[in-house]
């Protein structure tokens, strides 16, 4: 949206033609300080054989491309990233390989953060969101996430001491904005980001009158760990998509 270039992997079904456009998941990695590979993800080669092609995108605030790239999002620019997972979507379609509307937006963490941001950013583009144990009101967030990690995501998202910017990047309080079929997973014992935060994006929409697709997980923590839940989300998740 800036001129900033974006890396990004693309997969898709072996099948697949260019030009012939696709149902599309853009999988935005956690962290913010992190970044998706091309190495073997189960996930991906799941969502590809039930006929999806899936993005990764590398947005501004990534690891691995020099630290003024990973420096971009910090505080006072965090919607930036948002722009950056809107105009993946965008770019999906102007080059052939999605429709607008046949477009999902997928993340957990940050990542899932990213999933429902994205949505009300590129509303234009995305159809559906996936939510996993991501933040939506980043000053609940602050407040009820592990003490040990507090000042390092302050440092990155804002501070406690600026409530007016936190409420200006949490999704929850843009949620009339969100027009899209929603999936919901969260661990119940997440240090992390606590599952208050699922609790609220759902709540929300209830009563907007919307019906969230959720799953919560009793036995995990920050994402779903062992392989029954993984299974259960796996078919969750394309049962939704389709």
Not at 11 to 33: L, M, R, S, W, Y
Not at 67 to 86: I, L, P, T
């Amino acid at each position: 949206f800036d001129g900033t270039e974006i890396p990004a992997f693309i997969f898709t079904p072996a099948n697949f033609k260019k030009g012939t456009p696709i149902p599309f998941v853009v999988n935005f990695h956690g962290g913010p300080e992190g970044q998706s590979r091309p190495g073997f993800c189960a996930l991906t080669q799941f969502l590809l054989a039930s006929g999806y092609g899936v993005m990764q995108p590398n947005v501004r605030g990534s690891t691995g491309y020099g630290r003024e790239f990973h420096m971009m999002h910090n505080y006072k620019n965090r919607w930036d990233s948002v722009k950056d997972g809107a105009e993946a979507a965008r770019w999906l379609v102007k080059n052939g390989y999605a429709r607008a509307g046949h477009i999902a937006a997928y993340g957990g963490s940050y990542g899932g953060f990213m999933a429902v941001a994205t949505v009300i950013e590129g509303a234009d583009v995305f159809g559906a969101s996936i939510d996993v144990v991501g933040i939506v009101n980043f000053k609940t967030f602050l407040e009820q996430t592990k003490d040990y990690r507090r000042k390092l995501r302050e440092a990155e998202y804002g501070p406690l001491t600026d409530p007016e910017f936190l409420a200006s990047i949490s999704p929850l309080n843009r949620i009339e904005e969100i027009k899209v079929p929603m999936l919901i997973a969260h661990g119940l014992n997440d240090p992390r980001v606590p599952v208050g935060e699922a609790m609220q994006l759902a709540v929300g929409l209830q009563t907007r009158g919307y019906d969230p697709e959720l799953i919560f997980a009793p036995d995990e923590g920050h994402g779903f760990a062992k392989l029954n839940n993984r299974l259960l989300f796996a078919d969750r998740m394309v049962k939704f998509l389709n």
